[in-house]
């Protein structure tokens, strides 16, 4: 995956245009994008390992909120995290790990109440 975004690159945002990526690290749990809006924004996004079909043309961001669609079989491309604190790779496994606990509680839960 690492190779479908590198520096240079641009990516189709769903709502807010065209990001210029200007960084890519790689981490445990996959790729953190650093890049800018056309006009001068900054942006940052985690794209986990799991999800390796990223297209750069037409993926969509999510918080961590509505991260917990995945439970349903979505696709996702990218986990969009915002505020001060997601300035680095470690903020972003950690919300990551965090998140995929509570997708298999969440997951749980459902299954207790179909059963």
């Excluded at 065209?18 to 985690?46: C, H, N, P």
Aim: charged content about 30%; glycine content about 10%; proline content about 3%.
């Amino acid at each position: 995956m690492q190779e479908l975004i590198k520096k240079g690159d641009r990516i189709k945002h769903p709502h807010d245009g065209i990001v210029i990526v200007t960084k890519v690290e790689s981490g445990r749990y996959g790729l953190l994008v650093q890049g800018k809006f056309d006009d001068d924004q900054a942006f940052t996004s985690m794209f986990p390992w799991e999800f390796e079909a990223v297209n750069k043309e037409s993926w969509y961001c999510f918080s961590s909120v509505r991260v917990m669609e995945l439970a349903s079989g979505l696709k996702l491309g990218g986990v969009g995290l915002s505020g001060p604190s997601a300035r680095t790779l470690e903020v972003y496994e950690e919300a990551w790990e965090s998140t995929e606990e509570t997708i298999r509680l969440e997951g749980s839960q459902v299954n207790e109440k179909v059963s």
